[in-house]
């Protein structure tokens, strides 16, 4: 069964629960879906009781859900819709970084899976989305970066920006008006006293940029 049978609530569930994992070791319960969709927990209880008749994920009682193998699959296709549909915005129709995020929400669900495989070959088979996300594969490959938080990352260390959460626009209109972007090189530079912001220095800038925790922990980055 292709992913388009499934109901746009089911799709949803699928890839808020693998989205919540992607870049996190925790466990996902039912309150962490429920506030990144913003949705009752009882509504998301009811949804996951659902969701595991029809084997799409396991969850013990109380405890945490994951996707099984076919859940999985599915919602990795909602997420290599949800990419490609966020590159051809901003390659082809010259959208904005922080734009297309809801306009690709929207769009994923009316996409045939010929017109996605039309749209990769479009676009060269790129394999990763504006923000630096990586794109599935059409077998369901992910060549994820290593990459860690830049609030995790010490002082004088030379990193390499390689994603960006994209789920508040205000952030990356502010970073990319400051030249923060996927692929640009930092130098992480003492931080001041006192003080949560992460101090860094473009290595194509000039001066220093105070990024506060919340911008800290929307950059992932390697070690250059």
């Known amino acids: 069964m292709s992913v388009s049978e499934l109901s746009v609530s089911t799709q949803n569930y699928l890839k808020v629960i693998w989205g919540l994992s992607e870049w996190s070791d925790e466990p996902v319960t039912a309150t962490d879906i429920a506030q990144k969709s ?63 995020h809801d306009e690709a929400e929207n769009l994923e669900h009316a996409m045939s899976d010929f017109m996605v495989e039309r749209l990769d070959k479009f676009l060269g088979h790129p394999t990763r989305d504006p923000h630096g996300d990586p794109i599935p594969g059409a077998d369901g490959a992910l060549a994820v970066p290593d990459a860690v938080l830049l609030s995790s990352v010490e002082p004088g260390t ?59 922990e929307a950059l992932h980055v390697s070690q250059a």
């Open 38 to 100: 913003g949705l009752k927990v009882s509504s998301v209880s009811d949804a996951v009781r659902k969701l595991t008749a029809q084997g799409l994920v396991s969850h013990a009682r109380y405890g945490s859900v994951e996707l099984t193998e076919l859940g999985r699959k599915y919602a990795l296709d909602m997420v290599r819709r949800h990419r490609l549909l966020e590159t051809f915005l901003v390659q082809v129709l010259d959208y904005d970084w922080d734009q297309v």
């Open 158 to 216: 030379r990193v390499i920006v390689e994603r960006i959460n994209d789920e508040d626009p205000a952030l990356l209109q502010y970073l990319s008006a400051h030249g923060v972007i996927p692929g640009v090189g930092l130098m992480v530079a003492d931080q001041e006293p006192f003080s949560d912001a992460v101090q860094v220095a473009l290595e194509h800038g000039s001066g220093k940029l105070a990024l506060g925790r919340r911008a800290a």
